[in-house]
Nanobody, 124 residues
């Protein structure tokens, strides 16, 4: 099972940028997709971006399209999430997760079976 560790969270003013990184280690033969999710207290976890590790296809939820970019660095075994034009509504705990799915739905938390511990993003 691949181990996932998020980093890069923090506090930023509205309009600012942050780059989150998800470091993957361990055997990953069944990892076909890596996604980024976020969750605020009392709300369901939301899929915001995903990338297929083989094909490189990317998927975004509408609220982050044009502002967030997901990328895969195979050499470093990381999946980064570049976040620009951050707004207070982007404040959440951000998680990365891995999935064996090759058919999706790629932004559904139920498709993912392996999760990191999360990193907090606060936009004021």
């Amino acid at each position: 099972q691949v181990q996932l560790v998020e980093s890069g969270g923090g506090s930023v003013q509205a309009g600012g940028s942050l780059r989150l990184s998800c470091a993957a280690s361990g055997y990953s033969y069944n990892t076909n997709c890596i996604g980024w999710f976020r969750q605020t207290p009392g709300k369901e976890r939301e899929g915001i971006a995903a990338i297929r590790t083989g094909r490189g296809n990317t998927y975004y939820t509408d609220s982050v399209k044009g502002r967030f970019t997901i990328s895969l660095d195979n050499a470093k075994s990381t999946v980064d999430l570049e976040m620009r034009s951050l707004q207070p509504e982007d404040t959440a705990m951000y998680y990365c997760a891995s999935s064996p799915t090759t058919t999706g739905p790629f932004l559904s938390p139920s498709a993912y079976n392996n999760w990191g511990q999360g990193t907090q993003v606060t936009v004021s």
